[in-house]
């Protein structure tokens, strides 16, 4: 219990049921390897965490972006609270430095693994929301949200051409994009295709590339500059 008072205090979380931050803390490795430990691992409030930081970050996007689209908020939430993203979080509170693993499991960098960090950081969320109630949970997660946000929204990383074709194509026709392969060239190995981007019946880009998707992306960002040109 003490590493997990000085957890407590690292991260100043001020735990009312330290035994919550433990098992946050407690990776199922650790109790492979510690049958006797009293504690179980951090699996179930990973669960209930990733629901509450789903409904916490749709809520913010939802008041952050009063006139934006469904389809741009899911995008957005995507972006923030993807596996990468939620293993920075953590990595910016040294969540890692905490964690009860198996001693395999931290031999092999565990401590760094993405998939670790962002399980571990759900997990503290949801023991926050236990121990503190929800309204200190949107608190803790919105200090993490912002600042992503914006770098977010400075890259427009949550976003490839077929993905804001999407948008676009739903918001001013009200119809989902197609795309059809047109051609298909060269051998096997080293084939090329060309596909088509429509919207309803009407061809807005045309794309090649090695595969059918990469094809499908190119005729995309061919068709939103065809859209663009249209507004302009």
């Given at each position: 219990?003490?590493?997990?008072?000085?957890?407590?205090?690292?991260?100043?979380?001020?735990?009312?049921?330290?035994?919550?931050?433990?098992?946050?803390?407690?990776?199922?490795?650790?109790?492979?390897?510690?049958?006797?430990?009293?504690?179980?691992?951090?699996?179930?409030?990973?669960?209930?965490?990733?629901?509450?930081?789903?409904?916490?970050?749709?809520?913010?996007?939802?008041?952050?972006?009063?006139?934006?689209?469904?389809?741009?908020?899911?995008?957005?939430?995507?972006?923030?609270?993807?596996?990468?993203?939620?293993?920075?979080?953590?990595?910016?509170?040294?969540?890692?430095?905490?964690?009860?693993?198996?001693?395999?499991?931290?031999?092999?960098?565990?401590?760094?693994?993405?998939?670790?960090?962002?399980?571990?950081?759900?997990?503290?969320?949801?023991?926050?929301?236990?121990?503190?109630?929800?309204?200190?949970?949107?608190?803790?997660?919105?200090?993490?949200i912002e600042p992503?946000?914006?770098?977010?929204?400075?890259?427009?990383?949550?976003?490839?051409?077929?993905?804001?074709?999407?948008?676009?194509?739903?918001?001013?026709?009200?119809?989902?994009?197609?795309?059809?392969?047109?051609?298909?060239e060269g051998?096997?190995?080293?084939?090329?295709?060309?596909?088509?981007?429509?919207?309803?019946?009407?061809?807005?880009?045309?794309?090649?590339?090695?595969?059918?998707?990469?094809?499908?992306?190119?005729?995309?960002?061919?068709?939103?500059?065809?859209?663009?040109?249209?507004?302009?």
């Amino acid at each position: 219990m003490t590493a997990v008072l000085h957890a407590d205090a690292e991260l100043g979380l001020n735990f009312t049921d330290k035994a919550l931050l433990q098992r946050a803390l407690t990776h199922r490795s650790y109790l492979n390897e510690n049958p006797d430990y009293p504690f179980e691992d951090n699996e179930r409030l990973e669960f209930l965490g990733d629901a509450i930081l789903d409904f916490v970050t749709a809520e913010y996007l939802y008041h952050r972006f009063p006139e934006i689209p469904e389809g741009r908020l899911t995008n957005l939430r995507s972006a923030l609270v993807r596996t990468e993203r939620l293993s920075c979080y953590a990595s910016d509170i040294n969540l890692g430095e905490f964690l009860l693993l198996g001693r395999g499991e931290e031999d092999s960098g565990g401590r760094q693994r993405p998939a670790i960090l962002c399980d571990a950081f759900e997990a503290l969320i949801g023991a926050i929301y236990l121990d503190k109630g929800l309204e200190s949970a949107r608190q803790f997660i919105s200090a993490f949200i912002e600042p992503a946000l914006q770098k977010v929204l400075a890259s427009d990383a949550e976003k490839d051409p077929k993905s804001r074709l999407q948008e676009i194509a739903q918001s001013r026709f009200q119809v989902t994009p197609t795309y059809r392969t047109v051609r298909e060239e060269g051998p096997d190995h080293a084939k090329e295709f060309t596909v088509e981007a429509m919207i309803g019946h009407q061809t807005y880009g045309v794309g090649k590339g090695l595969s059918k998707q990469n094809a499908a992306q190119a005729a995309a960002q061919e068709a939103l500059k065809g859209l663009e040109n249209e507004v302009g």
